[in-house]
């Protein structure tokens, strides 16, 4: 199956193999917030992997900050994640036993007014109750420069009920941008 790469949010939401992908929420802030949540996901049980496609920025004091995800409010040691970043270097960072998936990076504070991160986020498998469910994320970041490529593991089996966004030290700006998607 092949996964469309930004073609980003709303209105292009439907794509690859004739509607295979279903815009099914969205929730744009209009105030500050320190987190997003889509609720109730399990209404969705008729997909097979879900995605979250975002523009975001937060109000930390810096350029770049870390996109945490949480499933199922689930706040045990139960996450483990890498990332490989390119900004004209090669970083890599791993995580293991954490209390939430680190699973992309956002545009801060510092960086240039109006700039946002965007990327998009792959649930695959979400409601599958014989699998540990697995994620990965492709993440751009205008300054500084660069590209992220994410994934983790949640140590559940559970079907998905609850995916949420949010930030251990900081909040998400006005005009932040997620979108739930719907894989066939």
Same mark, same amino acid.
Request: net charge neutral; aromatic share 8%.
């Given at each position: 199956?092949?996964?469309?790469?930004? =073609?980003?949010?709303?209105?292009?939401?439907? =794509?690859?193999?004739?509607?295979?992908?279903?815009?099914?929420?969205?929730? @744009?802030?209009?105030?500050?917030?320190?987190?997003?949540?889509?609720?109730?996901?399990?209404?969705?049980?008729?997909?097979?992997?879900?995605?979250?496609?975002?523009?975001?920025?937060?109000?930390?004091?810096?350029?770049?900050?870390?996109?945490?995800?949480?499933?199922?409010?689930?706040?045990?040691?139960?996450?483990?994640?890498?990332?490989?970043?390119?900004?004209?270097?090669?970083?890599?960072?791993?995580?293991?036993?954490?209390?939430?998936?680190?699973?992309?990076?956002?545009?801060?504070?510092?960086?240039?007014?109006? @700039? +946002?991160?965007?990327?998009?986020?792959?649930?695959?498998?979400? +409601?599958?109750?014989?699998?540990?469910? @697995?994620?990965?994320?492709?993440?751009?970041?205008?300054?500084?420069?660069?590209?992220?490529?994410?994934?983790?593991?949640?140590?559940?089996?559970?079907?998905?009920?609850?995916?949420? +966004? =949010?930030?251990?030290?900081?909040? +998400?700006?006005? =005009?932040?941008?997620?979108?739930?998607?719907?894989?066939?």
């Amino acid at each position: 199956m092949s996964f469309m790469l930004l =073609g980003i949010l709303n209105s292009q939401a439907a =794509g690859g193999g004739g509607g295979s992908y279903d815009l099914l929420e969205t929730t @744009t802030l209009t105030s500050n917030s320190s987190g997003i949540t889509f609720t109730n996901v399990d209404a969705y049980s008729d997909y097979t992997h879900l995605q979250i496609r975002y523009v975001a920025r937060t109000n930390r004091s810096s350029s770049v900050d870390l996109l945490n995800l949480r499933l199922n409010s689930d706040s045990g040691s139960n996450y483990s994640s890498h990332s490989v970043k390119s900004d004209g270097s090669l970083v890599s960072n791993a995580y293991a036993s954490e209390t939430n998936m680190r699973i992309g990076h956002l545009t801060a504070a510092t960086a240039p007014s109006g @700039t +946002f991160a965007a990327g998009y986020i792959n649930i695959l498998d979400a +409601f599958k109750t014989t699998k540990k469910k @697995t994620v990965m994320s492709l993440t751009g970041v205008a300054n500084p420069n660069e590209i992220v490529l994410s994934s983790g593991l949640w140590d559940n089996t559970s079907a998905v009920t609850t995916i949420a +966004f =949010g930030n251990l030290s900081a909040l +998400f700006l006005i =005009g932040t941008r997620f979108s739930l998607i719907g894989i066939k």
